[in-house]
Nanobody, 118 residues
Framework: QLQASGGGLVQAGGSLRLSCAAS??????MGWFRQAPGKEREFVVA???????YYADSVMGRFTISRDAAKNTVYLLMNKVKPEDTAVYFC????????????????WGQGTLVTVSS
């Protein structure tokens, strides 16, 4: 139901845009998490149906989430990326609410790998 894409290799300081297309249903809340090797999955950003956005402190001011309701798709624009942004990025969706905890999200995409070289 969630198809993430757009990952790849980018140099530090560069930009990358991830996409997450939802199919089959409309989700009121969508977001992104990431998981680096050997680490737990962590919250990156969430967006509500009304356009409200919530960012992790580590990406505030560098990443921007947006939503195209007509396409049922969310985008994550990653600017000024750092090596520590390297991770598998997962798209998440929920019909009930948003949360900084991965366990509270009911639907997940397959993940897309972002590698930032120094």
């Amino acid at each position: 139901q969630l198809q993430a894409s757009g990952g790849g290799l980018v140099q530090a300081g560069g930009s990358l845009r991830l996409s997450c297309a939802a199919s089959g249903r409309t989700f009121l809340f969508m977001g992104w998490f990431r998981q680096a090797p050997g680490k737990e999955r962590e919250f990156v950003v969430a967006i509500t149906w009304s356009g409200g956005t919530y960012y992790a402190d580590s990406v505030m001011g560098r990443f921007t989430i947006s939503r195209d309701a007509a396409k049922n798709t969310v985008y994550l624009l990653m600017n000024k990326v750092k090596p520590e942004d390297t991770a598998v990025y997962f798209c998440a969706a929920s019909r009930e609410g948003w949360s900084r905890l991965s366990k509270d999200w009911g639907s997940w995409g397959q993940g897309t790998l972002v590698t930032v070289s120094s």
